[in-house]
């Protein structure tokens, strides 16, 4: 059993982030996962959901419930307690109970191999007027536009976080010859599905939303459907690649989806 090492803090009167690690990498990605799935076995009253993020775990929690729950049960265990518990506040609860859980946690070393991890394919439309950047992606980089197309469909992408807007996610492993600058005058914007280039980072945009990132191309999938269950196409931990397709398959994907209400 290895003992796990984190850092914590409280984040306003309603979360808790746990800290495991200090950089990018599938090690702690792999950690932040097994945290994860581990506290998602031992809730506790006034639970509301757990953000996994690069090295983090946010954990939010409802301040009233978690005072009524302790309160009530403290009511009925008072002799069992040690003097001045009663005063503890509801982050403080939470802490002890997150503490306690981690207690009992057992870390493996050992990264899930891929057979076990879910690969996504994810169908690009590139450059013309689905990736209106692709040619000054290209352009900067001494590039032709087929070479950044067969770079960026060349990898497999972890997801590390969904974030910014519901269902985006943030891929790892890019190839460091995309590495691109933000836009310097962001657009107000984006369209829904527009896959870019941010810096050493690939995303997609799942909202027409504002945004700096150079568009490369844009998927006909739905990345968020809030009435789905999870309502995101992608979750932390799973593998994405890409695949290049046609304007013609574009919209042939995107008028099946819309007959089927996606």
């Known amino acids: 059993m290895t003992k796990l090492h984190y850092e914590w803090h409280h984040l306003g009167d309603s979360a808790i982030v746990l800290t495991l690690g200090t950089s990018i990498e599938l090690s702690t990605l792999d950690l932040v996962r ?18 996994p993020a690069y090295t983090t775990i ?3 929690y409802d301040p009233v419930v978690v005072y009524q729950h302790f309160s009530e049960a403290e009511v009925h265990r008072k002799h069992a307690h040690p003097a001045g518990e009663n005063y503890m506040l509801p982050c403080d609860k939470v802490l002890q109970h997150i503490v306690r859980c981690l207690g009992g946690f057992e870390f493996t070393n050992e990264q899930q191999s891929p057979q076990t991890e879910k ?28 070479e ?18 519901p269902g985006f996610p943030y891929f790892g492993g890019m190839d460091e010859r995309l590495v691109t600058p933000r ?5 107000p914007r984006i369209p829904a599905g527009s896959v870019g280039i941010g810096g050493a980072q690939t995303g997609i945009y799942p909202f027409e939303t504002p945004g700096g990132w150079n568009l ?24 994405v690649k890409f695949v290049a397709i046609t304007p013609e398959q574009f919209h042939f994907t995107a008028e099946r989806n819309l007959g089927h209400g996606l």
Do not use: N
């Open 148 to 165: 950044i197309v067969s770079l960026h469909t060349a990898q497999i992408y972890p997801v590390y976080m969904i974030g910014f807007a």
């Open 58 to 60: 946010t954990i939010y």
């Open 34 to 51: 097994q945290v994860t799935a581990y506290l998602e076995k031992h809730p506790f009253a006034g639970f509301i959901e757990m953000v």
């Open 216 to 239: 490369i191309g844009r998927t006909p999938l739905a990345l968020f459907q809030p009435k789905s269950t999870p309502p995101s196409l992608l979750q932390v931990g799973d593998r």
């Open 183 to 187: 836009k310097s005058v962001p657009r």
């Open 119 to 146: 690969l996504i394919e994810i169908p690009v439309c590139y450059g013309g007027e689905y990736g209106p950047d692709l040619s000054e992606v290209a352009v900067y980089h001494s590039l032709t536009e087929e």
